[in-house]
């Protein structure tokens, strides 16, 4: 079974940057579908960016154009670079995993999660 192990969160002021990673395990992940969701309390998780099995990447619009995402076949790895942070980028942010093609769902559509990790830009 797949295993999804996230790190690299923390905080960080407004305009900074960060890099989460996620490392897997227990399957390849070269096809698979994966995406970085955030949750804050009292909402439902929503994707972050997302890479599907062809590695077409899509990105929520308010992290378009700052945030990329990678995955590293080799290494297993699914990283997403936050750049220029906003306070709204608080939150845990999970990666997540599922087999099929398309990636940027809803979280319901996956079946593979990490712990989560929290992010903090104060405000």
């Known amino acids: 079974r797949l295993q999804l192990v996230e790190s690299g969160g923390g905080s960080v002021q407004a305009g900074g940057s960060l890099r989460l990673s996620c490392a897997a395990s227990g399957m390849p992940i070269t096809n698979l579908p994966m995406a970085w969701f955030r949750h804050v309390s009292g909402r439902s998780r929503e994707v972050v960016a997302s890479?599907?099995?062809?590695?077409?990447?899509r990105f929520s619009p308010y992290v378009e154009g700052r945030f990329t995402i990678s995955k590293d076949t080799d290494k297993s790895t699914l990283d997403l670079q936050m750049n220029r942070l906003r306070p709204g980028a608080t939150g845990m942010y999970y990666c997540a995993a599922r087999e099929g093609w398309a990636a940027h769902l809803d979280a319901k559509e996956f079946t593979y999660w990490g712990q989560g990790i929290q992010v903090t830009v104060p405000s």
């Open positions: 890479i599907d099995s062809d590695n077409d990447e």
